[in-house]
């Protein structure tokens, strides 16, 4: 029997709908919003309002271009969380709407599981067990993936996310949101060794980031009290070395829960994975150390749909289906 799902991700800023056939994902839509650009990062009012626009144009765009009737779905799969409240509800009440009309089960998905589920999209896939570096504007996690829906996260931040870390110091830089991509932009033209920042690691597998935030601020007052255009002459270094640390902080944690566990299989994904560098490092971490890395997609890096129906498919044949009773849940664990 085919199994067509519909999946809906609204769990920010980006309303997406995508269509997954037999385990194979047809399309991947996504209407972005840009109202958040001039108040330098997301109001979740706007957001939620945004989503109710959107929802049912990248719906019905979805469902005309796999040519899938709405009599031919299976399921209907939304983000449960974590994320917005009010841009969760919106998803979530139009997939229950959308089911309860068509009499289809309900399948609620984690964000962060849908991340790492979206190396299984496409070739090559990680073969289990294997470590996912989960990286986004709100998460940063090392996660164990023994099985598709069995996940185990060994480590995470203690305070602020590695994708806000890199936000925030754009925005100190006076760049716009958002201000990662940017960084990475600049960095490419950048020395990373011109600026040392100090080591704000934490024991174990766990990660910090305010005191690198806090470092970088102190670190821009000072120079432009010498030099009031420091960061319009400096800027390509100024991202390059933040970045570089950023990575950094990163990299070691992976590489000790790597050699910890004796695991050879290791990924990346989250929003953040589709900075260059650490793409880049990865690969090499891998060719230093002997793994085999896994790097998703640009599309399936940033928030999407794709991702969702991919995670949905193995939740359909595990059958597990939720009751419309099933709510947003903002701070959702795996």
Partial sequence: MDINILAIESSCDETSASLIHN????????????????????????????????????????????????????????????????????????????????DLPIIAVNHMQAHILAHFIEDPKPKFPFLCLTVSGGHTQIVL???????????????????????????????????????????????????????????????????????????????????????????NDICASIQRKLIDMLMVKLRKAARKLNIHQVAISGGVSANSELRIRIVEEGEKYGWDTYIPAFEYCTDNAGMIAIAAHYKYLARDFVGLDAIPQPRLKF
């Fill in 23 to 102: 385990g194979e994902v047809i399309n991947n839509f996504i209407a972005t919003q840009s109202v958040h650009e001039k108040y330098g990062g997301v109001v979740p009012e706007l957001a939620s309002r945004a989503h109710q626009q959107n929802i049912i144009p990248i719906i019905d765009q979805a469902l005309n271009h796999a040519n899938i009737s709405k009599s031919s779905l299976n399921a209907v799969a939304f983000t449960q969380g974590p994320g917005l409240l009010g841009a969760l509800l919106v998803g979530a009440s139009f997939a229950k709407s959308f089911a309860m009309a068509l």
């Fill in 145 to 235: 993936v023994n099985d598709y829906l069995e996940m185990e996260v060994l480590g995470e931040t203690l305070d602020d996310a590695v994708g806000e870390a890199f936000d925030k110091s754009a925005k100190l830089l006076g760049l716009p949101y958002p201000g990662g991509p940017l960084i990475d932009e600049y960095a490419q033209s950048g020395n990373p060794d011109t600026y040392q920042f100090p080591d704000t690691s934490t024991v174990g597998f766990n990660y910090s980031f305010s005191g690198i935030k806090t470092a970088f601020l102190y670190f821009l007052r000072d120079r432009l009290k010498e030099n009031p255009k420091f960061i319009e002459e400096h800027l």
